[in-house]
């Protein structure tokens, strides 16, 4: 089993600054890329941000220049710092790993559970 814990939600002022972590654990072999992707009421999941093992990153352009996500390879966490929050960039956020697990020849995609993230005045 996987399971992947998200912390770091909440409710923040625009223009404040929020940062997200999230956890994998279980019989992972190998983690190829973790991101953090968001759902707003009544609106389809998008990506926010990606981070392969080797450190390249990606970002959509709604984020661009005010998220960066890291990761801690030895922990299997990855980590999203979210400035210059908007009232756009309140959704539930949630986290993506994809990776490969003990005795599969296969990589898969798990999800966390999400974490609600607010920004309002």
């Known amino acids: 089993q996987v399971q992947l814990v998200e912390s770091g939600g909440g409710l923040v002022q625009p223009g404040g600054s929020l940062r997200l972590s999230c956890a994998a654990s279980?019989?992972?072999?190998?983690?190829?890329?973790m991101g953090w992707y968001r759902q707003a009421p009544g609106k389809k999941r998008e990506s926010g941000a990606t981070?392969?093992?080797?450190?390249?990153?990606t970002y959509a352009d709604a984020v661009k220049g005010r998220f960066t996500i890291s990761s801690n390879n030895t922990k299997n966490t990855v980590y999203l710092q979210m400035n210059s929050l908007k009232p756009e960039d309140t959704a539930v956020y949630y986290c993506n790993a994809d990776l490969k697990r003990w005795g599969s020849i296969t990589r898969s995609n798990y999800w966390g559970q999400g974490t609600q993230v607010t920004v309002s005045s």
């Open positions: 279980g019989s992972i072999r190998s983690v190829y890329a």
């Open positions: 981070i392969s093992n080797s450190g390249s990153t």
